[in-house]
């Protein structure tokens, strides 16, 4: 089998499952782009199996510390594991993201599933070339009514594929209704603004309803309305859903009909609103789409951050509350935590942390591949003004 000879010091030796084209001493063979190869060290020792492409900054992902294949078998048991895994935990896996790419070990594969209908993403060539044995694989374990092939994501670009929505078994679902935390959502996993809802905010939607009750609620970046759903339905006094995407705020308007619950939906950008707003609001909550999707972007990601989080914090007075949240792996918690405290000073507030946040379990993190724990968030109170 061909491959790759790593060189010392490669982050691979301290438990990382990637490998950099900066990180290689040596290739062997004559590996293909989308080819499971063997990794090995300096010293011809084996490392493991990886899937290999030279188109991308990760030349290689390793998915197993032997010799393995991906072969039917290798599919069916690395699936049926990742079930089990939340089955164990308790999780609705009628309503979860039932593989989680590496934390899965099974790189560039994500499967979420909603109720009798599968969306998939293969992000990595080695998974897309694959994708009828992951086809064959999901039906057999899970006899699902149709397989949405999602895979309209930015990250294809990176290992060279283009993007794409088509069918992978079945017909084409159309919208349908999934119901989460005792709410209902319309979606649709073919022409939807994206593979359905945030399968790793469904924690932090109840936990935010949770301090609901009786506050006057402002949820940025609503997207289909799953903080403010929860919000209302928990006794908010009233709830104003903020988004920029036309499309998102009409999917709002419609699960809160669904739901028979009164929000007000604005399409604008939540920057601006923001800066123009009023000090209205007991409970501002701020979930963005990513601002960086690498680390070149990273200041600049940062001083957008910092300015939303000082536009609501003035927004808010004693007592107010504010969640925030990250979904950047770029973005470690640490800088998150003080680009809010930063903020804070700016305001002239004082903050008292209330509760952190994380994505939930059905998105598993590798303790060593940090990438893999992505979300992050923070609720905090305004204690004082300076």
Same mark, same amino acid.
């Given at each position: 089998?061909?491959?790759?000879?790593?060189?010392?010091?490669?982050?691979?030796?301290?438990?990382?499952?990637?490998?950099?084209?900066?990180?290689?001493?040596?290739?062997?063979?004559?590996?293909?782009?989308?080819?499971?190869?063997?990794?090995?060290?300096?010293?011809?020792?084996?490392?493991?199996?990886?899937?290999?492409?030279?188109?991308?900054?990760?030349?290689?992902?390793?998915?197993?510390?032997?010799?393995?294949?991906?072969?039917?078998?290798?599919?069916?048991?690395?699936?049926?594991?990742?079930?089990?895994?939340?089955?164990?935990?308790?999780?609705?896996?009628?309503?979860?993201?039932?593989?989680?790419?590496?934390?899965?070990?099974?790189?560039?594969?994500?499967?979420?599933?909603?109720?009798?209908?599968?969306?998939?993403?293969?992000?990595?060539?080695?998974?897309?070339?694959?994708?009828?044995?992951?086809? =064959?694989?999901? $039906?057999? /374990?899970?006899?699902? !009514?149709?397989?949405? %092939?999602?895979? &309209?994501?930015?990250?294809?670009? #990176?290992?060279?594929?283009?993007?794409?929505?088509?069918?992978?078994?079945?017909?084409?679902?159309?919208?349908?209704?999934?119901?989460?935390?005792?709410? =209902?959502?319309? $979606?649709? /996993?073919?022409?939807? !603004?994206?593979?359905? %809802?945030?399968? &790793?905010?469904?924690?932090?939607? #109840?936990?935010?309803?949770?301090?609901?009750?009786?506050?006057?609620?402002?949820?940025?970046?609503?997207?289909?309305?799953?903080?403010?759903?929860?919000?209302?339905?928990?006794?908010?006094?009233?709830?104003?859903?903020?988004?920029?995407?036309?499309?998102?705020?009409?999917?709002?308007?419609?699960?809160?009909?669904?739901?028979?619950?009164?929000?007000?939906?604005?399409?604008?950008?939540?920057?601006?609103?923001?800066?123009?707003?009023?000090?209205?609001?007991?409970?501002?909550?701020?979930?963005?789409?990513?601002?960086?999707?690498?680390?070149?972007?990273?200041?600049?990601?940062?001083?957008?951050?910092?300015?939303?989080?000082?536009?609501?914090?003035?927004?808010?007075?004693?007592?107010?509350?504010?969640?925030?949240?990250?979904?950047?792996?770029?973005?470690?918690?640490?800088?998150?935590?003080?680009?809010?405290?930063?903020?804070?000073?700016?305001?002239?507030?004082?903050?008292?942390?209330?509760?952190?946040?994380?994505?939930?379990?059905?998105?598993?993190?590798?303790?060593?591949?940090?990438?893999?724990?992505?979300?992050?968030?923070?609720?905090?109170?305004?204690?004082?003004?300076?």
């Amino acid at each position: 089998m061909a491959g790759l000879i790593i060189a010392p010091r490669a982050r691979i030796f301290h438990g990382h499952e990637w490998v950099y084209a900066t990180e290689i001493k040596k290739t062997f063979g004559d590996p293909q782009p989308g080819d499971v190869i063997t990794l090995k060290d300096f010293r011809d020792r084996p490392l493991g199996s990886a899937i290999f492409n030279p188109l991308s900054q990760i030349i290689a992902r390793r998915f197993s510390r032997r010799r393995q294949d991906l072969d039917p078998d290798f599919f069916s048991r690395r699936i049926r594991q990742a079930i089990d895994h939340r089955q164990r935990l308790g999780i609705d896996t009628s309503l979860c993201r039932l593989v989680w790419s590496e934390s899965d070990g099974i790189p560039g594969l994500i499967v979420d599933r909603y109720g009798a209908h599968l969306s998939v993403q293969t992000l990595t060539l080695a998974m897309d070339l694959r994708k009828e044995l992951i086809r =064959d694989a999901l $039906i057999a /374990l899970l006899a699902p !009514q149709s397989i949405v %092939l999602r895979n &309209d994501s930015p990250f294809r670009k #990176a290992e060279g594929m283009e993007p794409g929505i088509e069918m992978l078994h079945g017909q084409n679902p159309g919208p349908f209704v999934v119901r989460s935390n005792d709410l =209902d959502f319309e $979606i649709d /996993l073919f022409d939807g !603004q994206k593979t359905g %809802l945030y399968l &790793d905010q469904l924690e932090s939607h #109840a936990a935010i309803a949770n301090l609901a009750p009786g506050k006057r609620v402002l949820d940025c970046f609503t997207n289909q309305g799953g903080f403010a759903l929860a919000c209302a339905k928990a006794g908010a006094t009233r709830v104003t859903a903020i988004d920029v995407s036309a499309s998102a705020c009409a999917a709002a308007r419609h699960n809160a009909q669904l739901n028979g619950l009164d929000i007000t939906v604005l399409e604008h950008n939540v920057f601006d609103f923001l800066k123009h707003a009023q000090p209205e609001y007991d409970l501002i909550i701020l979930d963005p789409p990513s601002f960086t999707r690498n680390k070149k972007t990273l200041v600049d990601a940062m001083r957008g951050y910092k300015e939303i989080h000082l536009r609501a914090l003035k927004l808010l007075d004693k007592g107010g509350v504010l969640s925030t949240f990250c979904c950047s792996h770029h973005t470690s918690r640490g800088i998150f935590l003080d680009n809010l405290a930063d903020a804070s000073v700016d305001a002239k507030k004082s903050l008292r942390l209330v509760a952190e946040h994380r994505q939930r379990a059905d998105h598993p993190v590798l303790v060593t591949l940090p990438e893999t724990g992505y979300l992050k968030g923070f609720t905090v109170e305004v204690v004082a003004t300076r």
